[in-house]
């Protein structure tokens, strides 16, 4: 059904390589040891949980390294030879320890991206789309279930992904870079929502009042995707380690999943 999509659509790709951490759950169950608190991390799926899954009116995702294998900023930036410096930073948004506007700023202030090189990147890195992704949000779909994306990645690299897998571009949450007229950098657009802490809640709390939602679920891999849940803005959290495995994430998630087929799995339960 979907082996077409990534043939029409040359900025999407499957990842079904060795580099997928759900490919080794040996490891995962190693770091689950190693935890302080691990009974504090819910990898099987509660009844309670399976049904606010299977009755949520819509399932919001994180894309950089939940919804893709990338981390698209991180790519970005190594593409504009400054991929250590942005990574640190990224690493420390990611983890929570630093406001993420500010991290936002200080990333694009030494990327500088130009409009030119965005383009270029584009064409040069298509999406790694993580495997299942396209059945789910088919699946999705399939139960009247609408399909969000909130990222603190930008729109320029999220939109070609939406537009191919059939999201409507008024589903997407993310920051956009600003270019002067003659295509070099200018900054941000500081009314997204996701350019702030706290950004995640607000657009979901956007997305319940503009579409009448009451039950609405977030799928990610971050402290910002987790933040939607603390803050009341989500029903459910489920936390995503196939990509990176964040040990605070992993702890405080209602349901911690290292691949996209347990989503999948647990939908075609009900």
Known sequence: MHANLFARNPSLTAVTD????????????????????????STELKPEVA?????????????????????????LAAYLGVGEQVAALT?????????FKDALRTRLGVMQPTR????AFLRDHPHRVTRGIPELVALLRSRDQEVFLVSGGFR???????????IPLSHVFANSILFNADGTYAGFDESEFTCRSGGKPAAIRHIKEKY????????????????????????LFIGY??????????????????????????????
């Open 18 to 41: 060795h580099r997928c951490a759900a490919r080794y759950p040996k490891a995962f169950r190693a770091f689950m040891r190693s935890t302080a608190q691990p009974a504090s991390c």
């Open 51 to 75: 049904r606010l899954l299977r009755t949520a009116e819509a399932v919001c995702f994180d894309v950089d390294s939940t919804f893709c294998e990338d981390e698209s900023i991180d790519e």
């Open 91 to 99: 690493a420390k948004a990611m983890g929570g320890t630093v406001e």
């Open 116 to 119: 030119a090189a965005l383009d």
């Open 156 to 166: 320029q690299i999220i939109h070609p992904l939406a537009e191919a897998l059939g």
């Open 212 to 235: 009448g939602y009451d039950s609405v679920v977030m799928v990610g891999d971050g402290a910002t995707d987790l933040e939607a849940r603390l803050e009341g803005a989500a029903s």
């Open 241 to 270: 380690g196939g990509v990176v495995v964040r040990k605070n994430i992993a702890e405080k998630a209602d349901w911690y999943i290292m691949d996209i087929q347990q989503l999948i799995d647990a939908l075609q339960k009900h």
